[in-house]
């Protein structure tokens, strides 16, 4: 019970105001669909129109990790805002190192980098915004634990800059509503390029993440959100696997889609 008040004080601060320990639910049966991957991890949801959260794992919700790919978020809100890129059309230059991605192999558009989650093509983009400009909207957001280290190209990947599960949530809901501090303008440039998937049941947005712990397990991330009947549902998904081995990309999409069909979605009933 302590924990949970200590939670519901946490997501006070990210403004998910009239929570109450009524509105928190803890869903334990999503710990199978975790343990079928041999993966430790924490879901979370909340229900906008009814205040409502559904939790799984609520210690790990609350720690700390590098967030990897989902920065790129941060990354392409600030350098839209500063001028850095015009819009998602914005060619970001290969650098004509090849790497394992063939898609990463070329020059791309912010939409097209954000889309194959290229990391030269967003090193680029911060090495653009520069450290002092980047610190400032860091501590603007006050995002995790605002912590760049020493290069302005891998903070988000060296275990410099961390963020729990609980702010991710905070941030695409206030994303999702224009409640960041960017034009609107810019926050919608974000918001179109996280659209994943839209028909006539759903939408669903969102950006995932691939990174490693300090200790070199392998971590993943899946934070957006998902509409259903016009009514915003936000989400975030983190996972750890000391497995070396593991597909993590393969278990955060399987992850995420059987949590979200266990809790009613997909079926345009929500």
């Not at 019970?1 to 869903?27: H, Q, W």
């Not at 559904?54 to 790129?72: E, G, I, Q, V």
């Not at 009947?229 to 393969?250: G, M, Q, R, T, W």
Request: positive net charge.
């Amino acid at each position: 019970m302590n924990k949970l008040r200590v939670y519901i004080a946490a997501m006070f601060v990210l403004t998910m105001a009239g929570c109450s320990l009524n509105n928190v639910k803890k869903e334990d049966s999503l710990k199978k669909i975790f343990d079928f991957h041999q993966v430790d991890g924490c879901f979370a949801l909340f229900d906008n129109g009814r205040g409502q959260f559904t939790l799984y794992n609520l210690k790990r919700d609350t720690t700390r990790y590098l967030p990897a790919s989902t920065f790129k978020i941060v990354n392409s809100l600030i350098a839209i805002e500063t001028g850095r890129v015009r819009d998602d059309s914005t060619v970001i230059p290969w650098d004509g190192v090849v790497r394992d991605y063939a898609d990463w192999n070329q020059n791309l558009s912010l939409a097209r980098a954000f889309k194959y989650s290229s990391v030269p093509h967003f090193q680029q983009i911060a090495r653009w915004i520069g450290k002092d400009t980047m610190k400032h909207w860091l501590d603007t957001l006050a995002y995790g634990n605002m912590k760049m280290g020493s290069r302005i190209d891998s903070f988000w990947l060296d275990n410099s800059l961390k963020i729990s599960s609980d702010e991710q949530l905070g941030l695409v809901k206030k994303l999702f509503f224009h409640q960041l501090p960017f034009q609107k303008r810019t926050q919608d440039i974000v918001k179109s390029m996280m659209l994943q998937e839209a028909n006539t049941q759903y939408q669903i947005s969102y950006k995932t993440g691939w990174g490693h712990t300090e200790d070199g397990h392998s971590l993943g991330w899946v934070v957006g959100w998902i509409e259903e009947n016009n009514h915003p549902y936000f989400f975030v998904l983190n996972l750890e696997s000391p497995d070396p081995k593991a597909d993590i990309p393969s278990i955060r999409k399987d992850i995420l889609e059987k949590a979200l069909r266990q809790l009613g979605f997909f079926e345009g009933k929500m």
